[in-house]
């Protein structure tokens, strides 16, 4: 599906959050060994970040045992699609009303 077909994202640090972030989406993301300090939502998301003390590393592979996107807390997630929902109806453009108006004498 197409990014822009959606309404909200969610996605770890990657290529699908800074499209949704370009296309004025909702985007809830979640870190681990990447830096959620470096990237703008624009008032456009939620941050995500793993339940480790060992990020964000950059390594693109883990010494751990368990990855630290294994460590993403889901309620979080949850709480942050709720508010791209909060946030997609709020911003959706209420249908034109027309007002006429009659000549000035």
């Keep these: 599906a197409s990014v822009d077909a959606c309404d909200i994202i969610v996605t770890g ?3 699908g959050m800074h499209m949704g972030i370009a296309l004025e989406k909702w985007v809830v993301a979640w870190f681990g060994p990447t830096c959620a300090h470096e990237i703008d939502f624009y008032g456009r998301g939620s941050v995500v ?3 480790t003390t060992c990020g964000p590393c950059w390594r693109r592979s883990c010494q ?3 990855m630290c996107y294994d460590h993403v807390p889901i309620n979080q997630l949850v709480d942050g699609v709720k508010k791209g929902i909060a946030w997609h109806r709020s911003s959706i453009i209420q249908p034109f009303s027309e007002t006429y108006f009659s000549p000035s004498p």
């Design 13 to 15: 640090d990657s290529l």
């Design 49 to 51: 970040f793993a339940s």
């Design 64 to 66: 751990n045992q368990e």
